[in-house]
Every structure is written in C-alpha cells, then in structure tokens.
C-alpha cells in the first residue's frame, strides 16, 4: 500500500485525509510560551484548511474530500468539501462514509494481532486448519501455508488473484475454494505478490477460530472500542448508509463515477447471433451464458448498442450488454472493485461459423479465461 496523500487520491476518485497535529503539551505546565506558540501554529493551519482542501480539489479534480485534524488527542476539526459523486450536488460532510480499499488490511491485521495475543491463534498457524476450503498447490504446500504467507503476500498465489471472480458475484467461500486452480510455480514463500483474498483467507481463518464471523469480530475488538459506530466489514452496511461516497474512476483529466458506459468504436458487421449464444464453462469461473438481449441488462451498455447480446456471468448470471467491436470480438464493461475499462470477449468460431469458445479478457490474467461451449 502506498502512503500519502498520493494513496487517498486512488480511493476510487474521493479522500478521506486525517490530519494528525502533535501533543500541543510538549512541555510541563512552567513552559506556557511553548504551548502558546503551538497553539498559534495550530490556530494558523486551520485557518488555511479550507484553502488547502479546495486547492486539492481544484488541481486533482478529485469531486470531493472530507478531513479531521486531531490535536493533543482530540478531533478539533471534521469536514467535508467537494460532493459526494461527481454528476451530483449531494455534498461530503463529517458524517460521510467512504469505502476503505485496501487501507482496510492494516485494519484487518490490528484485529487479528489482538486475536493472536489471546491464543492460541498464531502466526505461523496453518490457514487450512480453520479453512480447509482453502488448497494452494499440493498437499505438502497447501497444508504449510500460514497466516503468516498470506498477510505477508507470499503464498506463491499470482497478483491479485481471484478478484475477478469477485466482481462477478462469486462469495467468499466460493472465490477461496477456486484459487486452487492457479498455479502457484514454485513462488511459495520465493517471491511476492498483492493478493486481496490471500488477506481474506487469513482473515477467515481468524475469525473461525473465535467461532465467530469476520464482520462480529472485526466489530466487537476494534470498531465498537474507539466508537467508530458508522465503521463496518459489511458491504451491505456501506449500501445502507444514504450518506455514503461512491466509487469513481479518472478517465483522462476527469473523474467519472462507476460503472461507466462503454462506447464502441467503428462496430463491424458480426456472424448471425446464433453463432455466438450458448452455453460456456471450465472450473475457475464457472458458467457463462450469452443470449439475446432482454430484461435485465446490468449497467455497462444498453441492450442493443451495437449488437443484441448479452453475457450472463456468476453465480447469480449477472447480465451484462455485449458491444460488437470488430468480427467475433465483442467488449463489455464489467463492474467491482476491479473494474478499469472495458474487457474484451472474444469468441472462436468452429466449423461452419459456430463458436466453440469464448476467451473474456478481465478473467484471463492468469489464463483461466478461456471458456468452453457446453451445449451440442
């Protein structure tokens, strides 16, 4: 994770800047000079707050912020600039919540360091002991990975490894239970590698050994002792607050909020649709149905726009508006944490026309993007 201010600007496009000023008592009570010359330095900071915030806003383009500044141990300022989404006038306050991304991990660490002081939790404790779901290479491998290597980001998983099957509806148990087919290649403990649901493996393995949900402990050793009341792990606590942050990404000099309409570009003619409709499959992603367009088209393109499928992904076969680019390569916009652009899907056609496969590039980082037709 990267620090700074440079960090908060890539929180999907808003900030959340808490500004810590030092002890003002840096002397005993005899040294009042100093602790009014601190004072004042305070007193002038805060008098350029407003500026320095709309400053930042105005150079990044960020559509808004919200800061504290805590002094000698006490919260002397909490505000919001700037607005809440970028194509709406609903203001940031003090009281808006923003989603954490990844500074929620030195979060997640607190919690289960509190965990592993208690006991018997460790380190060093196998992850597979309270999640056997989890299986990372062969056995001998699988049962050696700790908490350890999965905090630390060296259980040999690739970058970012199973974040796509996030995005497209896969829970968390599921999304565990299929990193087993990434291989790992040698990497185990030999190099390192950003993995997000390494973190939540951990993460769930700590929690079962309460007996008790990651949401409930993360809550009960952390949030709820330093009074974060609006302070969850839950997504869906996040979408209830009507007071909440969206996500955005910056395209160019601007900022747009997410998901974002993708656009084609010089759209060719394409093979009859019954070329491409069907059912596809394999073991990391699941199944995959393109269809003709109807109801239902998740955000991402209008059914229509330039061809009349669409791609159903995950569990709950999300739908998502395919937009022909050229012969029998289509794109669509996917959504999540992960999502930057548009994906391409790119279809194989077989003997007489029909494809046989289908490759879906935002899947395919590791190669298992790759789904095979499944009906006759």
Do not use: C
């Amino acid at each position: 994770m990267d620090g700074g201010l440079a960090a908060l600007r890539r929180l999907g496009g808003l900030l959340g800047l808490v500004v810590l000023v030092g002890p003002l008592a840096a002397a005993p009570a005899a040294e009042a000079q100093v602790q009014a010359q601190a004072q004042a330095r305070l007193v002038a900071a805060l008098a350029r707050l407003d500026t320095l915030a709309a400053d930042t806003l105005r150079r990044t383009g960020v559509p808004g912020l919200a800061v504290a500044v805590v002094a000698d141990g006490e919260v002397v300022v909490a505000k919001g600039f700037g607005r809440r989404q970028v194509d709406r006038p609903d203001p940031v306050d003090a009281d808006t919540v923003f989603q954490l991304a990844s500074l929620s991990k030195p979060l997640a660490t607190t919690v289960v360091a509190a965990l592993v002081g208690d006991g018997p939790l460790a380190w060093d404790t196998p992850v597979r002991r309270y999640v056997p779901e989890l299986r990372l290479g062969p056995p001998a491998i699988a049962d050696s990975v700790t908490l350890r290597d999965l905090f630390s980001h060296r259980s040999g998983l690739p970058d970012h490894a199973g974040d796509d099957l996030e995005d497209i509806g896969f829970g968390r148990i599921a999304v565990i239970e299929r990193l087993r087919f990434l291989p790992l290649d040698n990497r185990f403990r030999a190099s390192y590698a950003y993995t997000n649901l390494g973190f939540t493996a951990a993460a769930e393995a700590a929690a079962r050994s309460t007996g008790r949900s990651w949401e409930e402990i993360s809550a009960e050793r952390l949030y709820r002792p330093l009074g974060m009341d609006r302070t969850s792990s839950r997504h869906a606590d996040w979408l209830a607050q009507p007071n909440r942050a969206v996500l955005h990404r910056q395209q160019g000099e601007r900022w747009q909020a997410l998901p974002a309409v993708v656009i084609p570009q010089r759209p060719q003619p394409a093979r009859p649709p019954a070329a491409y409709t069907g059912s596809y499959a394999n073991d990391y992603v699941g199944t995959a149905v393109v269809r003709l367009a109807g109801s239902g088209v998740a955000p991402g393109g209008a059914a229509g726009a330039g061809s009349n499928l669409v791609l159903e992904l995950g569990p709950a076969r999300r739908p998502f508006a395919l937009e022909h680019v050229s012969g029998d390569t289509f794109r669509y916009q996917p959504t999540g944490e992960n999502a930057d652009g548009a994906s391409a899907v790119v279809f194989a056609p077989g003997p007489g026309g029909r494809a046989t496969s289908v490759r879906i590039d935002n899947l395919n980082l590791q190669g298992q993007g790759t789904l095979r037709r499944q009906d006759p």
